[in-house]
């Protein structure tokens, strides 16, 4: 009797290992799959928040395959071919480079890059959230289009003034450590992070010195026009009540970066409507709750 009832068992123990193996298998394979999907998910709402996309993305191409222009006083930036292609592209970085690239604007031949480029910005922006961006990137398909080079007046085509730029903007520039907490001390954090750091809200909205060097990267009391054909002004959005924001509500700042609908029944321009549609619409609630938070401190 007993000899026929060990095959049976056996025959069990066998389906109850593949079982198990096939359990294991959907927790390994599965499992991290959901926390890369939230992570890439988090990548790509930083990477338009931050303009990444904005920037590096033009008309009918690619995402983040470049060749969007961008006018200054100092002639035409066309930004670069940020897909993963490894001839035209950022396909052989490696993290590291990446995360210098963003957060010092060096290149990984050691060449510095032009602020149009805003990483003096992106300076104190946590190596996780340039990682999230990165991964996203990575993850899509890439573009192998060459780029054309900037078109600038003399003598800002010599890269190499830059490294003087960056030296007096390092020794100029600053941004205030402390804010007056009034309330929510998480909240204003937070908001400041965005508003200052990732959403750099204050490359336009920031008063600006000789050679575009903002002095003070907290004060968002706005800029004129800094060119004679150029509409590069933006208005003052700290709580002053008359010349600022001071008047609009919580609510009224965030339905304004949903949907770029000001409190009084008006559109937002050309360009802060595409910093709206490529960035601010993307973030949560929460994270917009911040930026009113902090905007209105
Ligand atoms: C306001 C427009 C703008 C925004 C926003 C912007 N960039 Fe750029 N980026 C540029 C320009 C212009 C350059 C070229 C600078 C140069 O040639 O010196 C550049 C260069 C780069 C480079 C170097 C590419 C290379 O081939 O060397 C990387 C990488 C990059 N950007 C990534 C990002 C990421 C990631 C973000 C978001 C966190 C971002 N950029 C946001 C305009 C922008
Ligand atoms: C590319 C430049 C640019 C950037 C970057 C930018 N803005 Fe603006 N912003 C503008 C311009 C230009 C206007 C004026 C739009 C208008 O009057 O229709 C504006 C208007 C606004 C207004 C409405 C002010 C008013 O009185 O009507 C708010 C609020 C605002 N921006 C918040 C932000 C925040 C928050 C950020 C960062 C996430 C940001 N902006 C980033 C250019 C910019």
């Known amino acids: 009797m007993e000899k026929a009832v060990v095959p049976v068992t056996k025959h069990l123990e066998k389906k109850n290992n593949i079982f198990v193996i096939f359990i294991l298998l959907i927790l390994v394979i599965e499992k991290p799959s959901f926390a890369n999907e939230d992570l890439l998910h988090e990548g790509k709402i930083l990477s338009h928040f931050a303009g990444c996309y904005g920037c590096h993305t033009s008309k009918n191409n690619t995402e983040f395959s470049g060749g969007y222009e961008i006018r200054t006083k100092y002639g035409i930036f066309i930004t ?21 690239a963003i957060k010092t604007g060096v290149s990984p031949q050691n060449t510095p890059y032009y602020p149009s480029f805003p990483y003096v910005w992106f300076q104190k922006m946590s190596e996780e959230d340039i990682i999230k961006i990165f991964e996203y990137i990575k993850s899509l398909t890439p573009d192998n289009k060459k780029r054309e080079k900037h078109t600038l007046k003399f003598p800002y085509n010599f890269r190499n003034l830059i490294w003087i730029w960056k030296i007096l903007n390092e020794k100029i520039s600053h941004s205030s450590e402390t804010i007056i907490l009034k309330n929510n001390n998480n909240l204003l954090s937070r908001g400041k992070y965005l508003t200052e750091v990732v959403g750099h809200c204050g490359a336009c909205h920031s008063p600006r010195t000789w050679f575009s060097i903002v002095k003070n990267k907290s004060d968002l009391s706005g800029r004129g026009e800094s060119f004679k054909n150029g509409k590069d002004s ?10 600022g924001i001071g008047l609009w509500s919580e609510s009224d700042i965030i339905f304004y970066l949903q949907t770029g609908i000001k ?11 595409s910093i709206i549609d490529d960035g601010t619409s993307h973030l949560s609630k929460k994270d917009l709750k911040a930026i009113a938070t902090y905007l209105l401190k």
Not at 80 to 100: A, L, M, Q, V, Y
Not at 234 to 243: D, G, L, M, Q, R
């Open 80 to 100: 670069p071919n940020i897909t993963r292609d490894n001839n035209h592209g950022i396909g052989n970085w490696t993290e590291s480079e990446f995360i210098k």
């Open 234 to 243: 933006a208005p003052n959005i700290t709580s002053a009540e008359k010349i």
């Open 263 to 273: 409190p009084d029944g008006d559109f937002a321009n050309e360009d802060m409507q």
